[in-house]
Each structure stands twice: as structure tokens, then as C-alpha cells.
């Protein structure tokens, strides 16, 4: 009875306006076990499955996602806890830290890629061969050799993945958040990404955070719900439009089941000018449900920066749904707030023999508003880079230019650290930290590569796409994203507002690059 005591489970959903017309909805599940001294290896809400996989591999920290869709750091915000934590890069990712000795990790990490892939019902074991996984140093996550990394960037996301997902929650998809989760709504979206992520320790037991974000065009059916300015549509949407049913309640055996509304800065600004006061109803839009709390949100400057209305489901009912919504009155155009830096990729050249890959840091005006624009002043970002053996880099082609200047590696390159690929047995490995100037308005790198020679039966299913090289993680260290808000009980902090409260680099994640190899 005891170990059922210490055992939690919590779910909570966000729902966001997006400037271009979109919603965001962030679900949010936390399952945690005590220590398995304390509860043995019995659970009564905590998947089994997921602490013998801990207890089988010795996992000290896994994170898993599967992603269709590339998040659009312009529209839907690049400095920011959301998408900092949950923007991940198209297909599977999957990395792991173990508590093993070093010549041990490998053939765990191998016996783990078979095991989740049974789980999940995916090609998770593709990530077994030498060839297909590596060992960042810092690059990706500070480690003490004990990490490996690995993504399948063109591996398909559907409903067989996510129904496993769902079978490791209580009530499943039956009752709470979980039965909002129709599945043409999610799959018709713009974007989806599924992650599990999992911490183990001695002292503190297992905790798994479940989250699954999406953004969806609202089914407006009235055209009098739409307000436009200068081309701009904004639809008013409620959960019923995004996900064809309402909320009737929650999962029985949660200890918190909550649904929260979060109307960003650039909305913020807008109400202040039109001299309105930041509550669910105002002069530029209604919220269709009063919410039972509404929280508000600090800055550095002690400004208000965002609202976030709370709606505990504990209140509603299959008699009483929940269906909250937002109504715009007027015309609104806001923008979210973005990285220092855009960054994007693409491939130079012709031909089938060789070619160039080109990495570009554009500046978003942020650095300017964040820190000290001295001629002393630079700003660092962490480049983490897998390319596959069959593209042989030459690192020592690497150049880099600031503004159309080509400057001296040792100028901009800080620190680097590369693993170069073997034929058929490992791949490429590529750690950047690079320095840029403050007045700085664009950067590009670029490093030149061999296509290397397959075997017929190398190729992967239609090769005729091309071959996707996996999408490079960009950081900036000194560049932190939290927004602080405050809870009515100060015992519970909300696992969904905690991630707000963390100190996260601000991650870019870029889309994968088709390379055609076409030798034979």
C-alpha cells in the first residue's frame, strides 16, 4: 500500500494561438515509481515495461521521439521553453546515458535499440549497426563517455507508434487528456512529435515524462469566426474544433489533471496597447469557459510578459465537458519571440562524385535586445553534427565567412572535436563551438565531401529520394529560455510549468538534407 502511495501520475494539456493561424496543443504525462528497494519490482501505475527496461540496460537518463514535420522556428516561437524542449528533428531519435562500465555500453546500447523497437513497433534496431549511432563528448550533452546517440531521420510516424505510447498511461486513451488523442486530428496536423523521456536514480526512483505536441489548423465551420488584417486570418478554435470531441473528465488514478491556455507576450502587448486589462475576456478576445485560475508571468524587467489560464478538470463531467476555447473580437497580428539565430542547411555543387555542405547562422535582431553590442562582445553557439559513412567529410576543408568576409578558423572556431567515419563501421562525428561577433549579420560554414561508393545491397528502400543526413542540433549556451509562473500549492509543482522553469539552451534543430548517391 505503501509503494501504490508513492506511486504518481499527473496529465496535463496546453493550448496555444499561433501567429500563422495555427494552434499548438502540448500534452503532458508523468508516471513516477520510488526506488525499487522501496516498492520492489511490483507496480500499480508505473508501466512495468518501462522500469524493466531501466533495471535490464541500466538506464540513467533515455530520451526516445518520433517526429513527422519540421518545426517552424519563424511562426511558432525559437526562444522559448516549448520549443526548445519539444521541437525535435523529423523521424527517430533516440539517445541514452548508462550506468555501465565504458566497454559495456555498446553492446547495451544494441540489445536496447532491439528492445524498443519491439515496444514501440518500429525500425528502432536500424540503430544497432556500428554505423548508425555515435558518442558525443559535449557537443550534444555533457557526458562522461557514457552517452550514445542515434537517429533515423527518414523512419515513417504513425498510429502503430503511438498506440503503444498510449498503453504505457494508465487509462490509456479511455478516460482524461488521453481520450482527446482522435486520431485523424493529430495525423492531419502540420506537426507532431512524440517523445518518452525517462530518469532513473538510487535515490529518487524512475520518473517518465510521456509528451506528444502537435499544431493543427483549427476546423473553423463558420466564415464569421474568422477576423483578417492586411491578409492575415485569425480563426477562433475550442478543443471540439482541433480534436472533434470535448473533455469529459479525467483519468481516475491521476493526482493532477489539469488544462492550461497560455496567451503569449506578442497577444500581451496588443491588449496593453488597446488599453485592456489581461483576463479571459477583453477587448480583443474571449476565452469560451472562465478559467479557475489565471496566472501571470514576470520577466527579468518585472514586466508582464505572458498570461496562462488553468482549468482543473477535477470539474468536469461527461454531463459538464470542458470545451475551452478562444473568440478573436478584432484583428490581431503578433509575432513569437525567436532565436538569435536562424539557422538552416543545404548542399552546394553538382554531380554524383562530390559536393559541399553549407550551414548558415542569420541574426534575428535578438542579440541586440539581450546583450552588449561592445566590439568585444560575441556570442557562442554549439554545432553537433552525425554524418553518415558514405559521406566522406573533409574536416580540414572547413571555411567559414562572417558577412561575406572569410575569416580565419581559429577567429570563429572555439573548440572542435571530430570523429572521422570509417567504411561501413562508424559514422562521422562533428562538435563545433563557434564565436560570432555581436554586429555580426550572417555566418556560413562550409566543408566539402566524397560521395562514397554502395553496394546494391546497401541502398536503403527508394533510393531514388536520395539519402537523408541527419539533422545537425544547434545551442547557444548563453541564451537561456524560462518563463516562471506561480502555483496555488506550493507542495505540487506542475511537471508541464516546471519544464517552463528550466534553464534550456536554446536548441535549433534543422530539417535533413536529401544527398542522391547514385553510383552502382
Not at 500499480?44 to 522556428?73: C, D, M
Not at 562522461?144 to 531521420?153: T, V
Not at 493543427?216 to 471540439?240: D, F, I, R, Y
Amino acid at each position: 500500500a505503501d509503494a501504490a502511495a508513492a506511486e504518481e501520475f499527473t496529465e496535463e494539456l496546453l493550448l496555444r494561438p499561433l501567429p500563422d493561424r495555427k494552434a499548438l496543443a502540448h500534452f503532458h504525462f508523468r508516471s513516477s515509481a520510488p526506488p525499487a528497494s522501496a516498492a520492489g519490482r511490483h507496480h500499480h501505475l508505473f508501466p512495468k515495461a518501462i522500469s524493466q527496461l531501466v533495471q535490464k540496460f541500466h538506464i540513467s537518463e533515455l530520451e526516445l521521439s518520433f517526429t513527422q514535420g519540421r518545426w517552424n522556428y519563424e511562426q511558432w516561437g525559437g526562444y522559448d521553453p516549448m520549443s526548445t524542449n519539444n521541437a525535435k528533428p523529423p523521424g527517430v531519435e533516440l539517445w541514452a546515458i548508462f550506468d555501465l562500465p565504458l566497454a559495456e555500453i555498446d553492446a547495451t546500447w544494441k540489445n536496447l535499440t532491439h528492445t524498443l523497437s519491439g515496444l514501440f513497433c518500429a525500425s528502432i534496431n536500424f540503430l544497432e549497426s556500428s554505423t548508425a549511432f555515435s558518442a558525443p563528448r559535449w557537443g550534444f550533452k555533457l557526458n562522461e563517455g557514457n552517452l550514445r546517440y542515434g537517429a533515423l531521420p527518414r523512419e515513417a510516424v504513425c498510429t502503430e507508434n503511438l498506440t503503444p505510447w498510449l498503453k504505457l498511461l494508465p487509462c490509456r486513451d479511455k478516460a482524461g487528456i488521453a481520450s482527446l488523442l482522435y486520431r485523424p486530428s493529430v495525423y492531419k496536423g502540420y506537426y507532431h512529435s512524440q517523445k518518452l523521456k525517462l530518469k532513473s536514480s538510487q535515490s529518487l526512483g524512475i520518473i517518465l515524462d510521456q509528451t506528444l505536441t502537435v499544431v493543427l489548423q483549427p476546423n473553423t465551420v463558420s466564415g464569421k469566426q474568422l477576423h483578417s488584417t492586411g491578409g492575415q486570418l485569425q480563426p477562433s478554435w475550442s478543443m471540439e474544433h482541433l480534436f472533434s470531441k470535448k473533455l469529459s473528465g479525467k483519468c481516475l488514478v491521476s493526482k493532477s489533471s489539469r488544462v492550461f491556455v497560455e496567451i503569449e507576450k506578442g497577444i500581451v502587448d496588443n491588449v496593453d496597447k488597446a488599453g485592456s486589462d489581461v483576463s479571459s475576456n477583453n477587448d480583443l478576445f474571449v476565452l469560451s469557459t472562465a478559467p479557475d485560475r489565471s496566472l501571470k508571468e514576470l520577466d527579468n524587467l518585472e514586466v508582464q510578459s505572458s498570461s496562462l489560464y488553468e482549468y482543473d478538470v477535477n470539474n468536469y463531467n461527461s454531463d459538464k465537458p470542458l470545451n475551452v476555447g478562444i473568440t478573436w473580437k478584432l484583428p490581431l497580428i503578433w509575432s513569437c519571440t525567436r532565436a538569435p539565430y536562424h539557422a538552416s542547411r543545404f548542399l552546394m555543387g553538382s554531380g554524383n562524385e562530390r559536393g559541399s555542405i553549407a550551414m548558415s547562422f542569420l541574426s534575428t535582431g535578438l542579440d541586440k535586445q539581450l546583450v552588449d553590442s561592445s566590439n568585444d562582445c560575441s556570442i557562442k553557439a554549439v554545432v553537433f553534427q552525425v554524418v553518415p559513412w558514405y559521406v566522406k567529410v573533409y574536416y580540414h576543408s572547413l571555411e567559414v565567412f562572417i558577412d561575406g568576409n572569410s575569416k580565419a578558423i581559429s577567429e570563429v572556431v572555439d573548440k572542435i572535436h571530430v570523429t572521422p567515419s570509417e567504411d561501413k563501421l562508424l559514422p562521422g562525428t562533428m562538435e563545433m563551438l563557434l564565436k560570432f561577433p555581436c554586429s555580426m549579420q550572417l555566418a556560413t560554414l562550409t566543408l566539402d565531401f566524397d560521395k562514397g561508393f554502395l553496394h546494391i545491397d546497401e541502398y536503403p528502400p527508394d533510393a531514388n529520394q536520395g539519402f537523408d543526413i541527419p539533422s545537425a542540433l544547434v545551442s547557444f549556451p548563453e541564451f537561456n529560455s524560462s518563463r516562471s509562473y506561480p502555483e496555488a500549492d506550493p507542495l505540487f509543482v506542475s511537471p508541464l510549468l516546471e519544464n517552463f522553469k528550466g534553464r534550456w539552451c536554446c536548441e535549433v534543430v534543422h530539417r535533413s538534407v536529401a544527398c542522391s548517391i547514385d553510383n552502382s
